[in-house]
C-alpha cells in the first residue's frame, strides 16, 4: 500500500482519557487507534454503519500489538496515524501512530477481520475496488 491508503487524524486528551496522573489511561489509546480505523474506512466512502446495513458485514479485532513508548498528557493535541499495510481476502492489517509534535507514544500493529454472521467473509468488492485504486495511485 502507498501513502494514499493512508490516514492522519486529530485527537485532543480530555480529561475522562486519563488516570489518577493526568496521563492517558493505556486502554484509552485502543479508542483513539480505533477512531483512527473507522476516519480511514470514512475516507473511502464507507461507514460501518452502511457496510452493516448494506451487507451485513462488520470489522472485529483479531489481534493487536501496541508499544507504548511515551506517556500523553490531558489536554495535548495527538494525532493518530493509519495504514493499511495488508489486505488479504477477509481481513485488512493496520500500521498505526500516535504522536504528539512529531514524537511518537504510541505504535500498534492491528488485524482486523470481516465478520458476517460469526464468520469470516470477504471484504466487500466496492470497498476492495477502492483500496486497489487507492494504492495504485487514485484519489482517496
Same mark, same amino acid.
Do not use: C
Given at each position: 500500500?502507498?501513502?494514499?491508503?493512508?490516514? =492522519?487524524?486529530?485527537?485532543?486528551?480530555?480529561?475522562?482519557?486519563?488516570?489518577?496522573? #493526568?496521563?492517558?489511561?493505556?486502554?484509552?489509546?485502543?479508542? @483513539?487507534?480505533?477512531? #483512527?480505523?473507522?476516519?480511514?474506512?470514512?475516507?473511502?466512502?464507507? #461507514?460501518?454503519?452502511?457496510?452493516?446495513?448494506?451487507?451485513?458485514?462488520? @470489522?472485529?479485532?483479531? +489481534?493487536? =500489538?501496541?508499544?507504548?513508548?511515551? !506517556?500523553?498528557?490531558?489536554?495535548?493535541?495527538?494525532?493518530?496515524?493509519?495504514?493499511? +499495510?495488508?489486505?488479504?481476502?477477509?481481513?485488512?492489517? @493496520?500500521? =498505526?501512530?500516535?504522536?504528539?509534535?512529531?514524537?511518537?507514544?504510541?505504535?500498534?500493529?492491528?488485524?482486523?477481520?470481516?465478520?458476517?454472521?460469526?464468520? !469470516?467473509?470477504?471484504? !466487500?468488492? +466496492?470497498?476492495?475496488?477502492?483500496?486497489?485504486?487507492?494504492? =495504485? #495511485?487514485?484519489?482517496?
Amino acid at each position: 500500500m502507498n501513502d494514499r491508503s493512508s490516514g =492522519q487524524m486529530k485527537i485532543r486528551v480530555y480529561y475522562e482519557d486519563t488516570d489518577f496522573s #493526568g496521563r492517558v489511561y493505556h486502554a484509552a489509546y485502543l479508542r @483513539f487507534l480505533e477512531r #483512527g480505523r473507522t476516519e480511514w474506512l470514512r475516507a473511502f466512502g464507507f #461507514g460501518h454503519r452502511e457496510i452493516a446495513g448494506s451487507a451485513g458485514i462488520v @470489522f472485529v479485532v483479531k +489481534s493487536l =500489538q501496541i508499544e507504548y513508548v511515551a !506517556p500523553a498528557l490531558m489536554d495535548d493535541l495527538l494525532d493518530v496515524e493509519t495504514r493499511a +499495510s495488508k489486505i488479504r481476502g477477509a481481513s485488512l492489517e @493496520f500500521h =498505526q501512530r500516535i504522536a504528539r509534535e512529531g514524537r511518537t507514544l504510541v505504535t500498534a500493529t492491528v488485524l482486523v477481520a470481516a465478520v458476517r454472521d460469526d464468520r !469470516p467473509t470477504r471484504i !466487500p468488492e +466496492s470497498l476492495r475496488r477502492e483500496l486497489d485504486r487507492a494504492e =495504485q #495511485g487514485g484519489d482517496v
